[in-house]
Structure formats: C-alpha cells, structure tokens
C-alpha cells in the first residue's frame, strides 16, 4: 500500500463519487423543469434559463471533486 | 503519456520585471487575440449604425439586448444597467478565450487556474467595493447579520457569512478553471486513444468521440461564459440591495 498507489486510488474515488451526486442532483432538476413546462409552456423560457444556472451550481460541485482528483493523480 | 504537458506553460519572451515573471508566454498571446477579437467584434458591430440593422450589427445587436435584458435587468435592476458595460466586458472576453482554445494549436486562456482566479478577484473586488459604495463599511458590515434574529445566532451566522463572501468568488474560478480544463482534457484523451492503439482501422472511433466532445465544448465555453456574467451580476445586486 505505497502512497503513490493510493493516491492513484484516491483520484479515482474523488470523481466517481463526486460524479454520483451531481448526476442525481442534475437528474431532479431538469426533471422538476420539464414537469414544469409541460404544466405551463409559455413560462419555459425562463425555465430553461433557471435550469442552466442550476446546472452550472451543480456542475461547479462536481468539478472540485474533478480538481481534487487531478491533484492527487499528477502530484 | 502525459496529458498535462499540453496545459503547461512555457514563456515566449523572457521579461522579469522587479523579480515577478511577466513572461510573454502562450496564453498572453491568446488573451491578447480574445481582447483584439472583442474590439474589433463590437467596434464593428457598432459602426455606421443603421436604424434598421443587418448583417454584423444586427447580430451584436441581439447579444447585446439578449445580455442586458437577462442578466442586467432581471438581476440589478434599472439603477444598475451602469454595471452593464463591467458585466457584458466580461462576458465577451470569456466567451473568446473559451471559443479561442477550440482552434487545433491555440491555447485556452481561461484553462489557467491564474486567469479565472484574476477575474474572480475583481468580481469580489467589485462586490465589496459597491456594498461599501452603497451602504458605507459599516452599514456593509451591518448587512450580515439580518435583523430581528435572536442574538445567540450571531456568532454562528457570522462567520458562515464571511467565509461565504470568500467562497462564491472561489467556486467562479474553479467553476470556470474546471469546465474548461475537463473539457479540453476529454478531446486530449480522445487524441492520446488515437496515438495509444496504434492502428489506422481504429482512428475513427475516438475521431467521432473528439468531434462530438468539441461540438460539446462549444456549447458549455458559452454556457460558462454565461453563469460567470450572470453570477457576477448576482453577487453586485446582492452587496447592492437593502438589507432585509
């Protein structure tokens, strides 16, 4: 059990773990929205322009874990 | 194999000023074509204005109005469309970096951890210095602790709210620092699958693959661009708006 090799193990936990969360998180939320816009097409719009800011905060989530796991595989 | 070696850096034109490195290195010289690209892109657009557009200035015309309607008064308000400018700057100068790292050979500016970082910093710098602008330091400070909550909260909800203020700044670097790293990452690994497998019978599977992952990338470099102006413009209309 050298370090190298957990690290390498490390980095590959971080995201794929990382990536569960967002994936559901994102599911929810285009989910809700398109439950939404089938209910009410004329707002969709701004629907559409809630969701991609609500994706981009979900994302950001996922993508420390991406930084995280680059660190510990190329350091 | 070596994936980073594509994102490291290595300087042109050697300047050492006073000890800090200003070397001119690849991703000045992108940035220096995002800013010309910028210029010449609105300049243009703006020149011999038209009452009735067509062509180029009928194009900047509708980001312009899709960019102050969205994110300046939806967020802002009418009193702040001075912030339009700061705000649609910024949009134009990631979109560019980010469309510019797509082109086989160039570099995306806005993959440096340093870049995002620097137009993070003057976000933050822009945020606290409205909210003392509009309230004074004091009344700025006052702001984080709403009223007519009991007092025993206060030393919980204080330091939640500074580290806060710390941290939105932070996730807009990182946000933007790893959607573009990740992205041109996949494309690289693509290639590399190309190099790695050796046959020419093989090629066009991780070919479809690069194809595909750039089409994406074009899409999240203008996403990105996007939720960085929108969350700046949150962030100064929240440090701008009344206390509740």
Redesign the interface.
């Given at each position: 059990m050298e370090a190298a090799g957990l690290a390498y193990l490390g980095g590959g936990l971080s995201i794929g773990l990382g990536a569960c969360g967002a994936g559901i998180g994102m599911g929810i939320l285009v989910g809700k929205t398109v439950e939404g816009m089938a209910r009410q097409p004329e707002v969709s719009g701004l629907l559409r322009t809630t969701m991609i800011i609500g994706i981009a905060f979900v994302e950001a989530l996922a993508l420390y874990a991406l930084v995280i796991s680059f660190l510990l595989i190329f350091k | 194999m070596d994936l980073?070696h594509h994102f490291e850096l290595h300087p042109i034109v050697e300047i050492h000023v006073l000890g800090i490195d200003l070397s001119i290195t690849k991703a000045v010289v992108m940035m220096w074509i995002a800013c010309g690209l910028t210029f010449f892109f609105l300049v243009m657009g703006g020149r011999k204005a038209k009452l009735v557009p067509s062509g180029l200035q009928n194009f900047v015309e509708a980001i312009i109005g899709f960019l102050r309607s969205?994110l300046i008064l939806e967020t802002l308000g009418e009193e702040g469309v001075a912030w339009f400018p700061f705000i649609a700057t910024i949009f134009f100068f990631i979109v560019f970096c980010n469309l510019l790292g797509l082109i086989p050979g160039a570099f995306t500016a806005t993959s440096n951890i340093n870049v995002t970082a620097t137009l993070a910093v003057i976000v933050f710098l822009c945020t606290q210095g409205a909210g003392v602008a509009k309230h004074g330091p004091l009344g700025y400070l006052k702001k984080f602790v709403p009223k007519g909550i009991p007092l025993w909260i206060v030393p919980i909800m204080l330091p939640i709210e500074i580290i806060s203020q710390f941290a939105k700044p932070f996730?807009l670097a990182?946000?933007l620092?790893?959607?573009m790293?990740?992205g041109h990452g996949v494309i690289l690994v693509f290639l590399f699958m190309i190099l790695m497998f050796k046959s020419w019978a093989i090629t066009a599977v991780p070919l479809i693959g690069v194809v595909v992952m750039s089409a994406f990338e074009i899409f999240v470099a203008l996403?990105?661009a996007?939720?960085f102006s929108?969350?700046a413009a949150m962030y100064i209309a929240e440090a701008v708006q009344e206390a509740h």
């Open positions: - | 980073l969205n996730s990182v946000r620092f790893a959607n790293t990740a996403i990105q996007y939720i929108i969350l």
